[in-house]
Structure formats: C-alpha cells, structure tokens
T-cell receptor
Framework: QKEVEQNSGPLSVPEGAIASLNCTYS??????FFWYRQYSGKSPELIMS????GDKEDGRFTAQLNKASQYVSLLIRDSQPSDSATYLC????????????FGPGTRLSVLP | DAMVIQNPRYQVTQFGKPVTLSCSQT?????MYWYQQKSSQAPKLLFH???????NEADTPDNFQSRRPNTSFCFLDIRSPGLGDAAMYLC????????????FGSGTRLTVV
C-alpha cells in the first residue's frame, strides 16, 4: 500500500462548482496534514493545513480530516479557472524536521 | 521579502558532467530539503539538513550529494548526471518548531544532454 494515495485525475468541474479532492494515508502516526497547489512548471505552494479532526475553512477552501478513517479532503467552493492545477496532499510524518510524504497529486481542471 | 531562492532556474548539463544546483534562504529556517520531481509525479525527497545534521533518504542514489556550508545556503551536487536525472529539483525550508509547512524555492529544471 502506498503511503499517500490520491486520485490522479484529471478532475474536471465547471466554473462555479465545488471541487472535491480526496486523500488517504497509511501512516497512523501522521499528525498534521497539508495541501499544496502546484501549477504546471512551478513549485508547490501551501494553501491549507489541518491538525484536528473535523473541518477547517479558509476562504473558498475547506479541509476535512478524519484520522480514524485516515482520510483528508479539500473542498474548493466556487471553483475558478485559476484553480486549475495539481493538488498535492502531504501528511506530516513526524515532528523532527517536519518531513512530508507527498501524495501523487490530483490534477484539477476548472472549465469556463 | 524573506524567501527561498534557487539558481539557476534552468540548467543544461552534459551526460556524466558534474553539476551543482544552489539554494539560499533568508528565512533563517533550521531545515532545508532537496526534492526531485519528474514530470507528472509527486516530489520525491532526496535528503534534508536539520541544522548541520545531514539526513539521506534510503533510496537516494549515491550520485546525489549535498552540502550546507551555513544556515542560508544548501547545494545539490550530481556527480555524474544520467538521462534519468533530468527533472525539476526543488529546494524547500521549514522551521523546526511550529506547525507551518514548507517554503519552496522556484525550482531548477535540469536537462541532461
């Protein structure tokens, strides 16, 4: 089993819709979870972090975490074409050095 | 602005010719990382420094080396680049305390000819 699994996509949604990106992880010791957005040819940028079970909202983004199910998701409301990118899920492996294991990423395409 | 800077943005090297990629940071972060990212794949951690302590990933080829002469700078040396080493190389930093994620540099795209 891979450490972090995501649907590779592409996930296509119409402009204005909700995009739902999912991630499962195998390391039960993961304590915090990060979502990065990566545009083609660019480096990843941090968009959301979540540490506790439940939902965390930041603008149009909502992260959801369920540690019992080892599942984390990212919802993007009112999706815009500028949201078209690859979204990387990154559970934090441990506290020392904050090592991340990145998921393979889900490519999102928001259609005008 | 505090940031992570990678040079050069694009690097072309010959097969087997040593090449060095550089990364500098003004964030004063303890930890610096090097990731390799190939097309349509997730970033793969090569190694990281926690202050001066070097931590190599088990599957990082010996062909890849790193140096961190001070807090601000970190270098990635590829001793004998092969065609399979063509990739985007990402430098990232983080603080050892707190729950923030990484700050990434803009990356160096390496082409091997």
């Amino acid at each position: 089993q891979k450490e972090v699994e995501q649907n590779s996509g592409p996930l296509s949604v119409p402009e204005g819709a909700i995009a739902s990106l999912n991630c499962t992880y195998s390391d039960r010791g993961s304590q915090s979870f990060f979502w990065y957005r990566q545009y083609s040819g660019k480096s990843p940028e941090l968009i959301m972090s979540i540490y506790s079970n439940g939902d965390k909202e930041d603008g149009r983004f909502t992260a959801q975490l369920n540690k019992a199910s080892q599942y984390v998701s990212l919802l993007i409301r009112d999706s815009q074409p500028s949201d078209s990118a690859t979204y990387l899920c990154a559970p934090r492996r441990d506290n020392y050095g904050q090592n991340f294991v990145f998921g393979p990423g889900t490519r999102l395409s928001v259609l005008p | 602005d505090a940031m992570v800077i990678q040079n050069p943005r694009y690097q072309v090297t010959q097969f087997g010719k040593p090449v060095t990629l550089s990364c500098s940071q003004t964030l004063n972060h303890n930890v610096m990382y090097w990731y390799q990212q190939k097309s349509s794949q997730a970033p793969k951690l090569l190694f990281h420094y926690y202050d001066k302590d070097f931590n190599n990933e088990a599957d990082t080829p010996d062909n890849f080396q790193s140096r961190r002469p001070n807090t601000s700078f970190c270098f990635l040396d590829i001793r004998s680049p092969g065609l399979g080493d063509a990739a985007m190389y990402l430098c990232a930093t983080s603080s050892a305390t707190g729950g923030v994620g990484y700050t990434f540099g803009s990356g160096t795209r390496l082409t091997v000819v």
